[in-house]
């Protein structure tokens, strides 16, 4: 990738997702990835980020699944966490303080396992300063409609954002899954709906075996596979859903790099989230924001936004 000029003028590095959520760069640190910004320390200038993407936060605490619940497999990993969190009064009463006093945007992952929790869940939240956006994880079981998963069928969300919309004036992503037929469908539901913009892609279901033991190494047998591996059915599904919709899309999946991140843009996503890749780099976010910077001002960009759909076909 070019190096900067150091003569180049500065690139503009801003975007408004609507509704209240402004982004000082295009990068996020995707949820499940950074816990609630608490463990970091110093390893990662928070305030050079566009945004933290939360855990995910549930109306009550959960322990989530029994371990073995993270493999490594080749190009990635594989997790089974079960959506452990802490609880929403304890994220209010032990985390938002100090979240918001981070200078940066805060998104609070939130899941529920009936429509009723979601909107119990957001208007409680509703009630506290210091969140910017919800990011709205679908991967969740309905427990009203025999397990099956929200992500997975249309009409489940369609239900959630119809619920959520009139409980929060504050901006709502729908965070996507891969695992359907036609996500461009359920961007487009989501569209319809009032979401104000949607997170894709989220984990792609899979599993590993150890043949000695002849069992699976996840004690939940399967999990959400993550990791560079999934770019290219990322990259697919964000161009998709870019064809699809007019809400803006936040890209993830596999971001390992600055030339990663663009690639989402060029297919349509309006910012990206660095998830798996955290664990390698703690902070692989920043470095991203810098490379996307330089390249930007090699290319004599006056905003990154200008490679936002720019794809030739």
């Known amino acids: 990738m070019p190096l900067a000029s150091e003569a180049a003028p500065a690139v503009r590095t801003e975007v408004d997702l609507g509704r209240g959520l402004r982004l000082k760069n295009r990068v996020l640190v995707a949820s499940g990835t950074f816990a609630y910004a608490d463990t970091v320390g110093e390893l990662v200038d928070v305030s050079r980020l566009g945004g933290v993407v939360t855990k995910a936060i549930s109306l009550e605490p959960r ?5 073995p619940r993270i493999v490594e497999v080749p190009g990635g990993l594989l997790n089974a966490i079960g959506l452990a969190n802490v609880g929403a009064r304890a994220f209010v009463r032990d985390k938002l303080p100090r979240l918001r006093q981070l200078d940066t945007a805060i998104v609070v992952n939130v899941v529920g396992f009936c429509v009723e929790d979601y909107v119990r869940l957001v208007r409680f939240l ?10 709205v994880n679908l991967s969740c079981p309905n427990v009203k409609e025999g397990g099956a998963c929200f992500a997975d069928d249309p009409m489940m969300t369609r ?18 899954s891969p695992n359907v037929a036609r996500i461009g469908q359920i ?6 709906e009032g979401a104000d913009s949607v997170s ?7 599993m590993a075996v150890d043949v000695r033991t002849r069992r699976p190494k996840l004690a939940n047998v399967t999990g959400g596979y993550s990791g560079p591996a999934i770019k290219p059915v990322a990259l697919a599904k964000v161009w998709e859903a870019y064809r699809a919709v007019r ?6 999946g596999g971001i390992m790099s600055a030339e990663d991140a663009l690639e989402f843009l060029l297919v349509g996503a309006q910012a990206v ?14 470095r991203i924001v810098e490379g996307m910077e330089a390249y930007a001002r090699s290319e004599g960009l006056r905003d990154i936004g200008e490679l936002v759909g720019a794809l030739r076909i």
Do not use: S, W
């Open 159 to 176: 239900q959630v954002v119809r619920a959520l919309r009139p409980v929060t004036d504050r901006h709502l992503m729908i965070k996507l």
């Open 273 to 286: 989230q660095v998830g798996t890749g955290t664990f390698v780099i703690p902070d692989l976010a920043v």
């Open 187 to 192: 961007a487009r539901i989501c569209e319809e």
């Open 63 to 67: 322990e989530g699944n029994p371990p």
């Open 126 to 135: 509703d009630e506290h300063e210091g969140i910017d956006a919800y990011e």
């Open 247 to 252: 809400i803006p899309i936040i890209g993830i």
């Open 200 to 206: 894709l892609i989220n984990t792609l279901v899979g």
